[in-house]
């Protein structure tokens, strides 16, 4: 009996590593009601749904808009800022602005600039807080050649019901890596991506209109409408699924303690 109870312990232990190994898959959804300060000017927020690989920098956002109320102006495109706790606006110098341009009938483009601090939309011109203008800080763009390395999948499709579903899927370890160009205080950079918690800065825009320079990177981008997710130290949830090598070690705890069980029939 000892030994029995000793293999299990065993198991139970390989079941808890098991379930450790896969902490690297961070998930996180939102909708009306939840926390944060919202704005449904840039059109209704209807959900989002988003996911961080810690271990492959792999990073997914869409969400599902209804129209402006009271409009028919429908949502266009959206900035994004996201970190692992404190609301995001206002951190110069250390996360990626990511600017998803759903406005052509072409197809979304997704660019990534270093985000200058300000609380608006102006990264993608001007890469610090201060009064100056100076060059931004881009670090992606869609159009590049180099866009199958990191772009998974870029969304923007509307739905039986009427809304939008828009955003992205991708590899964000350039953005995680990015050597910043400018710096403000010494902060650390982090690019993209969240843990346990997550901090959002999020703003929809309707009437959107936009321009692109040769380079691929914007040179425009203003909107009729503007909407906002404001979140701080929101909570998330880690993938449920175990990595193999993880499940390797749980079946060898069930096994040992099927071997013993069967050595004790045999006593």
Not at 95 to 123: E, H, I, K, Q, W
Request: with cysteine; net charge negative.
């Amino acid at each position: 009996m000892q030994n029995f109870i000793k293999a299990l312990t065993i198991g139970a232990a390989l079941a808890a590593i098991a379930g450790s190994a896969n902490a690297g898959v961070y998930n996180w959804e939102w909708q009306p009601g939840d926390d944060g300060a919202y704005s449904n000017q840039g059109g209704a927020i209807n959900w989002i749904q988003s996911s961080f690989d810690s271990d492959t920098n792999r990073l997914t956002w869409y969400a599902n808009f209804g129209n402006v109320p009271s409009s028919s102006s429908n949502t266009e495109g959206f900035t994004l800022a996201i970190n692992n706790g404190p609301n995001p606006k206002g951190y110069e110098g250390e996360l990626g602005l990511f600017y998803f341009d759903a406005s052509r009938s072409s197809g979304p483009r997704l660019t990534v600039y270093g985000y200058n601090g300000r609380n608006d939309a102006s990264s993608y011109y001007d890469g610090t807080k201060d009064d100056t203008i100076v060059a931004p800080d881009r670090i992606l763009s869609s159009l590049h050649s180099s866009a199958n390395n990191w772009v998974f999948d870029l969304k923007s499709e509307l739905n039986g019901d009427g809304s939008r579903t828009m955003g992205f899927s991708i590899d964000a370890t350039d953005i995680v890596d990015h050597n910043p160009l400018y710096s403000a205080g010494g902060t650390d950079w982090s690019g993209a991506g969240y843990d346990d918690n997550i901090g959002v800065w999020f703003h929809s825009f309707a009437g959107l209109d936009t321009r692109y320079r040769t380079n691929g990177y914007l040179k425009r981008w203003t909107a009729n409408r503007q909407g906002w997710l404001d979140l701080a130290n929101g909570s998330t949830m880690t993938d449920p699924v175990p990595e193999p090598a993880s499940l390797l070690l749980l079946g060898g705890g069930l096994g040992l303690a099927g071997l013993v069980a069967r050595c004790r029939k045999r006593a």
